[in-house]
């Protein structure tokens, strides 16, 4: 059992900067790949950034140069730091771990950028 509890949505202009949070919980006996999604409204939920280690991380080509994830193994946190958002940045970001042949997610913040 694995718990997944994101905060840091909300709403900003365009430009502006937000850093999304990820606390994991439950049975975490090291350290496991974790990754951001995001999905709008009747579209997928696609991948945005993950990462293995402190030091190894990958980026949709879209946010890449924009946005930065890390990790606080001690915390069992991941975080997004988004930066330079554009309105098609909008959508629910969703926190994802996978341990072994299990995934988790969290239930999905909102992230609003207006022009």
């Known amino acids: 059992q694995v718990q997944l509890v994101e905060s840091g949505g909300g709403l900003v202009q365009a430009g502006g900067s937000l850093r999304l949070s990820c606390a994991a919980s439950?049975?975490?006996?090291?350290?496991?790949?974790m990754g951001w999604y995001r999905q709008v409204p009747g579209g997928q939920r696609v991948f945005v950034a993950r990462i293995f280690s402190s030091t190894i991380t990958d980026y949709v080509d879209t946010v890449k140069g924009r946005f930065t994830i890390s990790r606080d193994n001690n915390k069992n946190t991941a975080y997004l730091q988004m930066n330079s958002l554009k309105p098609e940045d909008t959508a629910v970001y969703y926190c994802?771990?996978?341990?072994?042949?299990?995934?988790?997610w969290g239930q999905g913040t909102q992230v609003t950028v207006s022009s």
């Open positions: 439950g049975s975490i006996s090291g350290v496991y790949p």
């Open positions: 994802h771990l996978r341990r072994d042949m299990d995934e988790y």
